[in-house]
Each structure stands twice: as structure tokens, then as C-alpha cells.
């Protein structure tokens, strides 16, 4: 069974930044790491989660509109981690930070839910006004 396990959530004033993280234990299904297509989605409480980032395995990154030029998602295939630096937080940014892996080539749905096959526990990140 793999496992995504997020780390480096926490509580930050506006305007500041903050580093998440997230481990695959194993590389799922045997693959390389390095060929799965990696994301950051959020949930805020009342709302449904979102997109936030990905990045290929090429390293081709996409971003929601609201995070742009503030977050970046990088990986290190080596150490089988996708990061998510978050720059110029905002109390709206407060959520729950889930990561998620997929192995799926056609990437049309890169940005839903459902492209997804595997996901980490959450991580929560609070920014205070």
C-alpha cells in the first residue's frame, strides 16, 4: 500500500511563508517516482477541496489562479518528495493541504480530483490575519 505522508504545516502570520512537504514511503506500484504526475490540493472548512498545483514528470508545473506567483511545487525524485513553498500567505489560504500522485499519461484532467490516485493524509496550514 503506498503512502503520502505531508509534512511542514503550521501556523504563519499574512504575508509570511511556509514549506509543506510530502513523502511517497514507496514509489507506487513499483514505478519510478519520477514518472508520476504530482499535485497539491486544499480544503478549507465548508468548502470542497481544490486545485492548487502540479507538476509533470518533466517538471512542467500548472497553478490555481489565486496561488499564482506566490506558491511554487518542485519535486526531488531523488528523495521521492514534492514540495509546495508558499510565499505571501493569506488568511484565505487557510486549509487543509492534501498532496496527491497520479500515473495516468493523457493529462487533459490534470487539474480535477479524479486524475488522482493516491493521497496523503492532509496537512493543515492556518494564516493569521
Known amino acids: 500500500q503506498v503512502q503520502l505522508v505531508e509534512s511542514g504545516g503550521g501556523l504563519v502570520q499574512a504575508g509570511g511563508s511556509l514549506r509543506v512537504s510530502c513523502t511517497a514511503l514507496?514509489?507506487?506500484?513499483?514505478?519510478?517516482?519520477?514518472?508520476?504526475?504530482l499535485a497539491w490540493f486544499r480544503q478549507s472548512p465548508g468548502k470542497e477541496r481544490e486545485f492548487v498545483a502540479t507538476?509533470?514528470?518533466?517538471?512542467?508545473?500548472y497553478y490555481a489562479d489565486s496561488v499564482k506567483g506566490r506558491f511554487t511545487i518542485s519535486r526531488d525524485n531523488a528523495k521521492n518528495t514534492v514540495f509546495l513553498q508558499m510565499n505571501d500567505l493569506k488568511p484565505e489560504d487557510t486549509a487543509v493541504y492534501y498532496c496527491?500522485?497520479?500515473?495516468?499519461?493523457?493529462?487533459?484532467?490534470?487539474?480535477?480530483?479524479?486524475?488522482?490516485?493516491?493521497w496523503g493524509q492532509g496537512t493543515q496550514v492556518t494564516v493569521s490575519s
Open positions: 496527491a500522485a497520479s500515473s495516468r499519461v493523457i493529462t487533459s484532467t490534470i487539474r480535477l480530483e479524479t486524475f488522482y490516485d493516491y
Open positions: 507538476v509533470r514528470s518533466g517538471g512542467i508545473s
Open positions: 514507496e514509489s507506487p506500484s513499483g514505478r519510478s517516482f519520477r514518472s508520476y504526475v
